[in-house]
């Protein structure tokens, strides 16, 4: 019996020990913390490599505790990424890109000069042959771009990754990785330096129109931005979001980078178009004091950078919104001015409203900077959405108006255009 108690103690102790007071396990991992190990560990083998690369971070961080095992991890790791670089390096066809990339320049310089002499009738109607053309070719080379990015994002994971290996004790082969880097520079079609230095959107860096890297980087601003706008439920409603995606992806077709949903643009254009159906007037002029042109409007919601406005009405959804607008020169610039970076959309029962805006980046601040830029639609102020069930009341006759200010190239002075 006494043998069977030494027995059991001797396990007991095997099995944890105290510590300054802590109970640990025989691996050194304190109860609290051992559900969280345990998933980090199940997350840094998952087939997503983002997700993957980040549980590896945080079980590093976790010190002694998550590194046990941590090596093996990181080593899965550079496997799968290996793997997915070989991959790519033997489907991409880099001249069928190239070609593709040259048609989708040719076609985009005929339609921004089709732009500059738009009217209706004709130019309008080349205007949309244009926009189709443009949305089948990026259709096309889109998916190669993802794959691209994928292989830059691998790329810069083996970097991290070779610098943990040798952090925990393990020598980092280079042969490997010279004969990884000839398939990622394959992969890629260009040199990898190239493609490793591609700015981001924080940066505010843009590479020169012919650089060899800027096809891939405005790709990836225009999939942050999307990325940004698609996150912004609790802004816009289904519709609302339809109206600013069907936009977007026509200013990616022509080379403009899409504008990110701003809650203080949405609120200034969604209360305009419910005043518009409860006072039953359709204008860019507001009856109430203090709301009266757009620019008021949007530097009542808190945005000081901007003033063009689109609006319509009885068009029904958000496709013929956009339709009706494409097909209005003044509504069309409006929508692809270069200038502008941020958008609100409200629609209120069969009113539409579109405010543009030039101003800092909302989506670039971190969340202290979005706090204070939203400062003025704190404390529930803001005017919410209608529901994405909500019955649109029945379409009568259609109306369209556009106010849009520009800089006039020649003198830099600002033109106001009006039109319907």
């Not at 490599?49 to 941590?70: F, H, K, N, S």
């Not at 080593?75 to 997915?84: E, M, S």
């Not at 040199?191 to 924080?202: D, F, H, K, R, T």
């Not at 109206?243 to 643009?265: C, F, K, Q, T």
Request: some cysteine; hydrophobic content about 40%; proline content about 4%.
């Amino acid at each position: 019996m006494k043998h069977i108690w030494r027995g059991w103690g001797l396990c007991c102790w095997l099995a944890t020990w105290v510590v300054a007071g802590v109970v640990c396990d025989a691996r050194g991992e304190e109860p609290s913390n051992r559900a969280k190990l345990e998933e980090l560990r199940q997350r840094a083998g998952n087939v997503d490599p983002a997700v993957a690369m980040q549980a590896i971070r945080e079980l590093d961080q976790m010190g002694d505790a998550g590194r046990a095992g941590l090596l093996e991890k990181v080593k899965g790791l550079i496997a799968r990424d290996v793997t997915l670089v070989g991959n790519f390096a033997g489907v991409i066809d880099d001249a069928k890109v190239k070609q593709a990339e040259a048609e989708i320049a040719a076609v985009r310089v005929k339609a921004l000069e089709n732009l500059e002499k738009l009217a209706k009738g004709e130019t309008v109607t080349a205007a949309k042959q244009f926009q189709v053309k443009l949305k089948e070719l990026l259709s096309r080379v889109n998916v190669t771009y993802g794959l691209r990015w994928k292989v830059i994002e691998a790329m810069r994971r083996r970097g991290e990754c070779g610098a943990m290996v040798l952090r925990l004790g393990e020598k980092f082969e280079e042969a490997p990785y010279v004969a990884l880097a000839a398939q990622a520079t394959k992969a890629l079609g260009m040199e990898l330096g190239n493609a490793m230095s591609i700015p981001e959107l924080e940066d505010a860096i843009e590479p020169h129109s012919e650089a060899e890297n800027r096809a891939l980087w405005f790709y990836r601003v225009c999939r942050r931005i999307e990325a940004y706008n698609r996150a912004q439920t609790g802004v816009v409603n289904k519709w609302e979001a339809r109206s600013v995606a069907l936009l977007n992806e026509y200013r990616e077709g022509l080379g403009l980078l899409p504008l990110e949903i701003d809650p203080r643009l949405t609120e200034a254009a969604r209360r305009h178009s419910k005043e518009m159906c409860d006072l039953k007037y359709f204008a860019h002029a507001s009856p109430t004091p203090g709301q009266k042109m757009p620019i008021d409007r949007m530097q009542n919601a808190g945005y000081n950078a901007g003033w063009s406005e689109n609006i319509c009405a009885n068009v029904g959804d958000a496709d013929r919104a956009f339709t009706v607008w494409f097909n209005s020169p003044g509504h069309h610039l409006a929508m692809t001015s270069p200038a502008e970076i941020a958008i609100g959309c409200g629609r209120w029962d069969n009113a539409w409203t579109h405010t543009f805006g030039h101003g800092a980046r909302l989506m670039l601040k971190d969340e202290a900077g979005r706090a204070e830029a939203l400062k003025p639609l704190a404390g529930g102020v803001a005017l919410a959405a209608q529901a994405d069930n909500a019955k649109l009341p029945p379409v009568t006759v259609t109306r369209v108006e556009t106010e849009i200010t520009i800089i006039d190239p020649r003198t830099g002075e600002k033109v106001k255009l009006q039109g319907k």
